[in-house]
């Protein structure tokens, strides 16, 4: 398979990827579509007006959250407001009833607060294997946002996801730094694709309360088996990014995995049938 850059949104049917900023993506399985950490509101914006770090998004929303087209589910990875946003996700749920959001089982109770009392929750904790629509396996990995936190019931209160719609399997971690265990884990999920933050984390920003991500390199070498690598978690706060050069020359020089950036505005197609050409940071073979 390769991956593809193309101008626009994915369509129905037709495998790809498209980046709605920060963590969030819009996943056309080409069976299912699926949302994962929407954020496309200006919730923190609001939330934190006239703060130091005031939260204005470096780029507006690639699609508003009115206009986006029914998915057949939503992932959410943990409670920060970036991924489990109630001016992205009420709204859905405002408009699809039944629409499900498979959310942490540890903070199941705020997921009701921001998406709605009758929102159609699904709680899940890290360890799970489930097939939430016919011919969707769902596998739920534990992440580490800074740390491998859990709550008084021992659920884990930061998730990835492992997505897997007949041959096409996709991971995202959630936002994660390197624990035990997780090279593991992935490598037995053995993804095509592997969406991974890459905002890093330094002692100023955790002092200051912004728990951190990987590092560029320690995505790399996370996704090493896998081959393809989506960086992401940059270009939305001004505080926590990752200058996106940096992810242009990892790519220049990484055969495997292959990183593609992704843009605002931009489809990821997932075309079958080819890998091995090194591509560049948008998805362009190099000559």
């Given amino acids: 398979m390769r991956l593809e850059a193309v101008s626009g949104f994915p369509q129905r049917g037709s495998p790809g990827l498209f ?13 299912h579509r699926v949302l994962i950490d929407p954020y496309l509101s200006d919730s923190l914006a609001m939330k934190y007006a006239g703060a130091k770090n005031d939260h204005k998004r ?19 990875t943990h409670a920060h407001t970036d991924h489990m946003d109630p001016g992205t996700l009420a709204p ?23 998406i709605g009392e009758g929102a159609n929750l ?23 946002h ?3 936190e859990r709550d008084e019931a021992g659920r884990h209160v930061f998730l990835g996801y492992g997505i897997a719609s007949g041959r096409l399997r996709i991971y995202h971690s959630g936002d994660s730094i390197p624990f035990e265990g ?24 955790l002092a200051a309360g912004i728990p951190g991500n990987f590092h560029l390199d320690e995505a790399v070498a996370l996704a090493r088996h896998t081959p393809y690598l989506v960086p992401h978690h940059f270009g939305m706060f001004a505080f ?34 080819h890998e091995g050409a090194r591509h560049g940071s948008e998805g362009i073979p190099h000559g």
């Fill in 92 to 114: 859905l749920a405002a408009r699809f009833p039944d629409l499900a959001f498979v959310v942490p089982a540890a903070r199941a109770s705020v997921a009701r607060e921001r």
């Fill in 182 to 205: 997780l090279d593991a884990a992935l490598a037995a999920f053995a993804p095509d694709i592997a969406l991974l933050p890459v905002s890093g984390r330094d002692a100023r920003r």
């Fill in 58 to 76: 470096m780029a507006a929303p690639p699609i508003l959250v009115e206009d986006l087209p029914r998915p057949d589910l939503v992932l959410v």
């Fill in 122 to 144: 699904v709680p899940v904790d890290a360890g799970e294997v489930f097939e939430p629509l016919p011919g969707l396996e769902l596998t739920v990995f534990p992440a580490a």
């Fill in 19 to 31: 980046w709605l900023g920060q963590a969030g993506f819009w996943i056309e399985t080409g069976a």
């Fill in 240 to 273: 926590n990014t990752l200058d996106p050069q940096k992810i242009d020359a990892a790519a220049r020089v990484t055969p495997r995995p292959a990183i593609v950036k992704p843009a605002l505005g931009k489809t990821l197609r997932i075309v079958p049938g």
């Fill in 146 to 148: 800074e740390a491998l």
